[in-house]
């Protein structure tokens, strides 16, 4: 668990973001004395932790200030969602003594800047392959501390990709120790996981993806990476985050992420089904992974067993263990070790992953087999006699993978459509050729593509053949220096104007997103049609960035769109003292009416304005 910059009383914060905190845990003794020490296998206590559940949430944020106002089968006999496995504790630990060994073997730390950490993902990494999954090293280019190593992410190839659960626990350690229990404990929780479910090879009805981050205890650097590398349909596609941050801390209890949140609710159901208990996860709101998702929207959750705050007397009569006592008396030192870890609590946690995995992913019936197909681009513009290229991919959402034929209708003479290869495996992709003769009639043209395999689907392509003296140069936006009114920018309008305290780049008006100190997001929108015919379409802006922010963090976001599809992202680190021009490329969607977004994203303080003046969409 991070260390993070908190300016806002605890209470009000837990109020006001509906706080998420992180991990948390019993001792020893109070184990023993409240039968939390690790149960043989087989016995009545070991039956009862097979039960089930499942959730996503957690919050909070830096101190508020003012600022502006206002694919393979599964076997036959495979467990159902309702009979999650058992995962075996021994095997948990098991890793976590490779962690601690890797950690002497690198000066007593995993640090994310260290060959420790680099050691970890190694090993991670090698069991996630040999195992089946499809893994990923992310380095973080941007954010992360530096030679900070990479997140590692591993997603299970089966089930529906555009419904995707994610599970998540940082993997890095502080200097000072080989952080086993931060965040060893939920680390090895999640690779037992995923290993136990490629072992059983269940059918899926959701995609699980799961992430070991780097640079956590720098700033939750490796996730915030992560998310903000995510395009708007990735992240939609994320139904839900868990994080697992201290999960087996000797002298803790037994917490979860915005526990009465829909999303929290299966790992909630889970513990209550043990007698637990558990209790709103308060000290590390804000201050781990899940926080980086939760800015973005996304519905988090996760178990804690607590850090360096105190066991209160109502929660020592309920769990055991000592009051007045530190969850964790090791965190962030040098003795948090294999000799630090609550082996019950340990058990515990990593059943309701599990139980929460296979409530939400794992299929009750097996089934039928079925892809998706898509075309991207999903325009071209060409002269009579040239050519154009798709990418056409596919992806198996159900079932296994199967062989997908490709065709395409409604191209018009002169017109001739070829794929490489012709036919696919899903997860596969093919190159589509659009090849035009010089006779080919100029004008706009939608083309159907379509896979064929046990079921059919399509997907929309149009071809834009220009003709001699087709197009005619000229600017699309209307107001783009916002001189005339508001009109017919849509949104927050109320952000264009002479405000004082900015200046335009030109004439007297501007318009001016974010710049309150404080969570807020704002949005200007103006829908264009790019004729049909033009060679090119550029826009063009003129962008004034100014913070408060120190940091060379992107803490506040501006971000260019078209529809869905994010163009420019910039942040606070890009401020300077004046306008700088900012141009892009909107060739791709001649022909077509767009909607051309700009919005700007603050986060909970230190403000950063970003003033826009003088747009223009130019054809040519």
Known sequence: MVLRRLAVAGVALAATLQAAVLSLAPTAAAASQAGLLSHPAGTATAALDRASSSGPALSSGRALSSGRATSVEGPAARPRAAEAPDIDVAKVQAHLTELNAIATRNGGTRKSGGQGYRDSVAYAKAKLQAAGYTVTEQPCTSGCATGAGPNLIAEWPQGDATKVYMFGSHLDSVGAGPGINDNGSGSAALLETALTLAQQHPAMAARVRFAWWTDE?????????????????????????????????????????????????????????????????????????????ERAGIPTSGYAMGAGARKTSAQAAKWGGTANRAYDSCYHQSCDTTDNINSTGLNRSVDGIAATLWKLAVADTT?????????????????????????????????????????????????????????????????????????????????????????????????????????????LLANGGFENGTTPWTGDTAAIGAHAGQSAHSGSRFAWLGGYGSTATESLNQSVTVPAGCGKATLTYWLHIDTDETDRVAYDTFKVKVGSATLATLSNTAASSGYTQRTLDLTPYIGQRITLTFTATEDSSLQTSFVIDDATLQTG
């Open 217 to 293: 205890e720098q700033g939750l650097n490796g996730s915030d990476f992560y998310v903000n590398s995510l395009s708007a349909a990735e992240r939609s596609k994320i139904k839900a985050y868990y994080n697992f941050d201290m999960i087996a801390s000797l002298n803790g209890g037994y917490f979860v992420n915005h526990l009465t949140s829909a999303a929290a609710q299966p790992m909630k159901a889970y513990w209550d089904s043990l007698g637990l208990q558990p209790e709103e996860n308060t000290e590390g709101a804000g201050r781990s992974d899940d926080y980086s998702f």
């Open 367 to 475: 089934p039928a087999n079925d892809f998706s197909l898509n075309a991207g681009p999903a325009t071209g513009s060409v002269d009579p006699g040239a050519s154009a290229t798709s990418t056409v991919s596919t992806a198996t959402t159900s079932g296994s993978a199967q062989t997908v034929a490709l065709s395409a209708s409604g191209a018009p003479a002169g017109v001739t459509v070829s794929f490489s290869p012709a036919s696919v495996t899903s997860g596969g992709s093919s190159t589509m050729t659009l090849a035009t003769t010089s006779g080919a009639a100029p004008g706009t043209y939608p083309l159907t593509v379509t896979g064929t395999g046990s079921v059919t689907h399509t997907a929309q392509y149009t071809l834009t053949i220009k003709g001699a003296g087709g197009c005619t140069a000229q600017q």
